[in-house]
Each structure stands twice: as C-alpha cells, then as structure tokens.
C-alpha cells in the first residue's frame, strides 16, 4: 500500500484579489470534488463487494478513489491558505 505525502510551501501572502479568485475557484472546485465525492462513494460500495467475493483490490477503483482524495486534500490546503497552487478543477485520474 502506498502512503500519501503532502508538500505545502508559502512564500508570500496573497492579495485582495487573489483572495477573491481563491473563494471563486474553491466554490467551483468544491461543487465538482463533491459530485466525484458521491461517485468515489458508490465506488467504495462496489470495491467492498469486490473485495467480498474476489479476495482482493481492483485497482481501477482503488486509484480512481486515491486521485479523489488527493485532490480533496489538495483543494482543502488551497481553501485554507496552506499553499498558494492552485489545484485543477477536476482530479487527475
């Protein structure tokens, strides 16, 4: 199992505007990862079946759910001025 890392850098704090584009930006972002949320959600639901009756993982679904909570936490350290790069606005699968 691979663990997850989080880097966050600040260098400089953030004007007016770009404060403004910050609140922008994660409502957007935000309303896109809580639809891939439920989606990630129901995918969780069919990995546990999987589990159940294969034995093991399938991989598809274990990234797919691995790139959703990267981005979650990506857009969470953004949202709370932790770092200033800006994450996409749909996860990377």
């Known amino acids: 199992m691979d663990t997850v890392k989080v880097k966050i850098d600040s260098e400089e704090q953030a004007s007016r505007l770009e404060l403004l584009i910050r609140f922008v930006w994660c409502a957007v972002a935000g309303l896109i ?39 979650y936490t990506g857009l969470y350290a953004y949202m709370y001025l932790s770092t200033e790069e800006r994450p996409p606005l749909v996860p990377q699968f």
């Open 33 to 71: 990862l809580n639809i891939v949320g439920l989606v990630a959600f129901c995918a969780l639901v069919v990995q546990w079946f999987y589990i159940l009756v294969f034995g093991k993982r399938h991989m598809g679904i274990a990234n797919f759910v691995n790139a959703y909570l990267v981005a």
